[in-house]
Structures are given as structure tokens and as C-alpha cells.
């Protein structure tokens, strides 16, 4: 249980390092894609919804203590997104989930969540249409983080996942 | 009662571990103010600022070829416009002293390099290479050539966060620089606006906006952005001014640190002022 925590935590912080500094460059629509965010939901995957709802969590909390922004705020984003990508942790199907394009549009599902959630939690007014907050705000950081999740699936290794 | 709960952990243990934790972030969002929260904030980011400062001069050594062009170009331009300014430098001087007013444009410009950026729709913040050993205290103005990118918020020794102008809790007090009409700015999590401007002022697309000096925050002039468009024209008796900003928070790399923080003074008085009223 301890290794199962200690390699994504291992992980994060380079991909963090990444996430703040090369990731912003490539910023389209003024969205980034989530590296935190596709980490958590594989993890979620491999190993369940309750380890993914306390990843969620400590990643969450992690980011707002270290990035400065509004501390709780990535926290409640980051377990919701790590309960719903957990939701699809089944012993049978794991490995059709990692390996195939479904891991992206569960990315998809959670990205969304996550930047909504987010989103709705440290903004003040929201005066827009809701149908467009879900556009700009969850539907195009969502998307550009599935489509990267794409390498996750590319490199994963043929065998021994779990 | 204890078979109770353990029926109900064994049934719905992911649900409960969901909520304690969604619990635990909510309270966590209501302790942001306290002090010992934003102390081991401002360790946390300053030992993680120490990484992202290698990374960041990796990749601006590769980018200042390019920028060294830019910025050729722009000293030449600035110098013929700091001659200009010299000129009323001078002249401003003598008036100044005509009428005995104060000078206060006393204050001094810390480089720093921004070596993290956490971009997002609400919350935008840099984190840059200098601290409170350079003396930068929070709440001293963030600019670079192009014109004022936000305030410090917090400092470590060696690091520095600031909040961005694509902040929802900064909010600044701006001025139209053609009709010296006042306004209070702030980032919408869409746009950037100077909300409830009276119908009747004087404010057109296409005006420069500079902070005033009425804001207690930055109470020296420093370009924020341009009027791109006027919103609830039609309906009650305030206008809503959107603002591009002229930073790039995107590409921008390097910045200034303006040595120059509100007056404790001028603040107690209007607190003072204030409530004897």
C-alpha cells in the first residue's frame, strides 16, 4: 500500500516541475493541459476509487500549498476528479481501459470535472452564460488534456501494468 | 450503533471517504487568511521554487537569442523616448518647484526572472527568483517594458509569488489616461473590467487605462492595458469596461519588481477618517 502511494507521489513533483514551467508555453485558448490531472486518473485506475479519491487529495493539496493558489480549492477538484476516474477501476477491464483510447475520454470526463469544480470554487461572478463557463472553463482544458493523455496509452509498457 | 457503522462503511466506504475528504477541502478553503497557513505556503513554494528556477533558466538561456533582438530594438526606442521624457523631466522639475509640490516618484526596479507560472481562469499567479533577502515585501508592484503585471503576494527568502492581473482577488484602482476618469478593475475570470462606470464618463475603445493615484496599492502611473469594448450598454446606468492588457501572461519572462509598497501611514489615516464617520 505504502509503494502504492510513494511512485505517483515520486511522479508528481517532476511532472509539477513541468506542469509550471514548460507546460504554459504551449497554452491554446489561454487552456493548458492538466499533467497532475492525467497521473491521477491513471493511478485511479490501476488501483481503485478510494486510493484515487485520497491521491485526488494529497495531489490536490500538494498543488495549492506549492503554486500559490486559493488553498482547498484544488483539493476539492483533484478527489472529485480522482473518484470518478476510480469509478472505472475494474479488475477485468483495467487493462482495456489503459490501453486503449477509452483512457482519454476517461480523462476527458474527469479534466472537465476537475477545471468545473475548480473553477466554480475560486471564480467570483459568474455572469456568463453556463453554457459557455462549461465550454471555456471545463470542455477546452478537458479536451487538450485528453488529447495529451494520448502518450500515456502510446508508451504504456505491453505487459505488467499492475 | 457500532454494527451501524460498520454496515454502512462496508457499503458505502468509497462514498464516505469522498465526502470526509471533500469536507477536509472545504474547511481547508476557509483557513486561507490564517497566518501559520500562509507560512508554510510560502515554505512550500520556495523550496519548490529552487527546482523550477533551474528549468526556467534552461529555457530562457534558449529563448535569448531571440530576445536579445527584441529588446535591441526596444532600447533604441526607449532611447529616444527617454530623451523626450528628460526634457519634461526637467521642465516638470521646475514647475514642481514653482508650486512646492513633493516629488514622488522615488522608487527603485528589482529584476527577477519568473521560474513558475500557474495559469488558470481564476487564479493566475508567477513565482519569481527574488525574495525578502532582495527586499521585496508583499503587495510592491510586479511590471516589465510592456506595463504592470500584478503584486506580490508572498515571499519566501529566496522566491516570490505575485498575483497576476488574471486574478479574481486583486482588484486595483485604474484611470482612463485621456479623460482621467477613476475606475476599479478586476478580473472577472473571463475578462478584465472597470466595473460600474457611470454611464455619463468619458470612456472610449481604443483609451489607454494606467493605475491611479488614488489607489492605495500602486499610486504611481504604470500602463495596465487598452479599452476594447463597453458591456451592458443598453440596460441601467453603468457601463462595464472590458481591458486587454498589454503583458502577455503567457510568454511574459522576466520582470521588475517596483520598490514600493502602500503607505501604512496614508492607510490609517483613511481607516481613521472612516470610522468616525
Do not use: C
Not at chain 1, 6 to 28: D, E, K, R, S, W
Not at chain 2, 176 to 194: A, C, F, H
Amino acid at each position: 500500500m505504502r509503494s502504492q502511494f510513494f511512485i505517483p507521489l515520486l511522479l508528481f513533483f517532476p511532472l509539477l516541475v513541468v506542469q509550471t514551467t514548460i507546460i504554459p508555453l504551449f497554452a491554446f485558448l489561454n487552456a493548458i493541459p492538466d499533467l497532475i490531472l492525467i497521473l491521477l486518473v491513471f493511478y485511479s485506475i490501476l488501483n481503485g476509487q478510494i486510493y484515487g479519491t485520497i491521491l485526488g487529495f494529497v495531489f490536490g493539496f500538494l498543488f495549492d500549498l506549492i503554486t500559490g493558489s486559493l488553498l482547498g480549492s484544488a483539493m476539492l477538484s483533484k478527489t472529485m476528479a480522482g473518484f470518478i476516474a476510480g469509478y472505472f477501476s475494474n479488475e477485468n477491464k483495467r487493462d482495456i481501459y489503459l490501453r486503449s483510447y477509452t483512457f482519454s475520454l476517461i480523462v476527458l470526463l474527469s479534466a472537465v470535472i476537475d477545471s468545473m469544480v475548480y473553477s466554480f470554487f475560486s471564480t467570483a461572478d459568474i455572469q456568463k452564460n453556463l453554457l459557455l463557463i462549461f465550454f471555456e472553463q471545463g470542455m477546452v482544458p478537458g479536451l487538450y488534456t485528453a488529447v495529451l493523455s494520448i502518450i500515456v496509452i502510446i508508451f504504456i509498457p505491453k505487459r505488467g501494468i499492475s | 450503533m457500532f454494527r451501524f457503522f460498520t454496515r454502512i462503511w462496508t457499503q458505502f466506504k468509497e462514498y464516505v471517504v469522498l465526502v470526509i475528504l471533500l469536507v477536509a477541502s472545504l474547511i481547508a478553503l476557509s483557513l486561507n487568511q490564517k497566518q501559520e497557513i500562509k507560512k508554510v505556503r510560502s515554505v512550500a513554494f520556495g523550496s519548490f521554487a529552487t527546482i523550477t528556477a533551474i528549468i526556467s533558466d534552461v529555457i530562457n538561456t534558449a529563448k535569448v537569442h531571440s530576445e536579445n533582438e527584441r529588446l535591441r530594438k526596444a532600447n533604441a526606442e526607449l532611447m529616444l523616448q527617454v530623451n523626450r521624457l528628460r526634457e519634461y523631466g526637467v521642465l516638470n522639475e521646475q514647475l514642481k518647484g514653482m508650486l512646492a509640490m513633493k516629488d514622488t516618484f522615488n522608487f527603485s526596479l528589482i529584476p527577477a526572472a519568473i521560474v513558475s507560472k500557474s495559469l488558470n481562469k481564476s487564479q493566475s499567479s508567477i513565482t519569481i527568483n527574488i525574495g525578502s533577502r532582495d527586499s521585496v515585501k508583499a503587495g510592491m508592484p510586479v511590471i516589465n517594458d510592456q506595463g504592470l503585471i500584478g503584486i506580490i503576494q508572498s515571499t519566501s527568502e529566496d522566491y516570490a509569488i505575485a498575483r497576476t492581473l488574471k486574478n479574481i482577488d486583486f482588484k486595483l484602482t485604474v484611470k482612463d489616461e485621456r479623460s482621467r476618469v477613476d475606475g476599479i478593475m478586476k478580473w472577472t475570470g473571463e475578462d478584465l473590467v472597470i466595473v460600474d462606470v457611470p454611464k455619463t464618463y468619458d470612456i472610449e475603445p481604443g483609451d489607454r487605462i494606467i493605475t491611479s493615484e488614488l489607489s492605495s496599492i500602486i499610486p504611481i502611473p504604470i500602463p495596465v492595458g487598452v479599452v476594447i469594448g463597453l458591456n451592458k450598454v443598453e440596460t441601467g446606468i453603468f457601463n462595464e469596461v472590458t481591458i486587454k492588457p498589454y503583458v502577455d501572461f503567457i510568454k511574459v519572462e522576466n520582470v521588475f519588481v517596483m520598490g514600493v509598497i502602500q503607505s501604512k501611514q496614508r492607510n490609517d489615516l483613511e481607516l481613521n477618517f472612516y470610522r468616525q464617520k
